[in-house]
Nanobody, 121 residues
Framework: QVHLVESGGGLVQPGGSLRLSCAAS????????MGWYRQAPGKQRDLVAA???????SYRDSVKGRFTISRDNARNTVYLQMNSLKPEDTAVYYC???????????????WGQGTQVTVSS
């Protein structure tokens, strides 16, 4: 069984910063890609940023230059540093990890429980 625990969300003023963390634990054999998604009320869940197992990164256009994704392989943890936050960044943020639990089973997606980020004055 695999568990993803997110932390770091909250209320911040426009222009402020937050750092999200997501730690994976349990029966993990190997972790591949890790990423962050977000979902605002009434909207679909969108990919915000992703990082591969060789640390290649990608971002949606609206967060480029403001958000940074990183990972700590020793801790099975992915981070999202969010700077210069805007009201339109308000959403529930979910981490997603692609991993295998045994060498005989292909990689699967696992999701965190979500953490609320609210950007408001």
């Amino acid at each position: 069984q695999v568990h993803l625990v997110e932390s770091g969300g909250g209320l911040v003023q426009p222009g402020g910063s937050l750092r999200l963390s997501c730690a994976a634990s349990g029966s993990i054999f190997s972790i591949y890609a890790m990423g962050w998604y977000r979902q605002a009320p009434g909207k679909q869940r969108d990919l915000v940023a992703a990082i591969t197992n060789d640390s290649s990164t990608s971002y949606r256009d609206s967060v480029k230059g403001r958000f940074t994704i990183s990972r700590d392989n020793a801790r099975n943890t992915v981070y999202l540093q969010m700077n210069s936050l805007k009201p339109e960044d308000t959403a529930v943020y979910y981490c997603m990890v692609v991993l295998t639990t045994t060498p005989r089973v292909g990689p699967q997606d696992y999701w965190g429980q979500g953490t609320q980020v609210t950007v408001s004055s």
